[in-house]
Nanobody, 126 residues
């Protein structure tokens, strides 16, 4: 059983930056692809960014490409999401998730992920 704990959310003005962290425990971190998802009020959960289990491949939603950057430190069992040039539309609860993989692929559907954190709120004011 893998436990995921997100941190780093908060209130920021449009154009600002935040760095989210997700610390994993209870499993072998390096066998999991990791993803960040978000859910705005009244909307469905959506894929934001993903990183393969080795960290060699990343994938981004079009809405965040060029502004958000995902990375991981397998030695520290942590995945990060650097968010720059934030917009009010980025306001949501952000979740990290772990997807056990035998390959280097990254899933974009929340259905494929095995473990989820509790979420951290990101609010971007205009």
């Amino acid at each position: 059983q893998v436990q995921l704990v997100e941190s780093g959310g908060g209130l920021v003005q449009a154009g600002g930056s935040l760095r989210l962290s997700c610390a994993a425990s209870g499993g072998t971190f390096s066998i999991y692809a990791m993803g960040w998802f978000r859910q705005a009020l009244g909307k469905e959960r959506e894929f934001v960014a993903g990183i393969s289990k080795s960290g060699g491949t990343t994938l981004y939603a079009d809405s965040v490409k060029g502004r958000f950057f995902i990375s991981r430190d397998n030695g520290k069992n942590t995945v990060f999401l650097q968010m720059n040039s934030l917009k009010p539309d980025d306001t949501a609860v952000y979740y990290c998730a772990a997807d056990r993989r035998l390959n280097e692929r990254i899933g974009i559907s929340s259905v494929g992920y095995d473990y989820w954190g509790q979420g951290t709120q990101v609010t971007v004011s205009s």
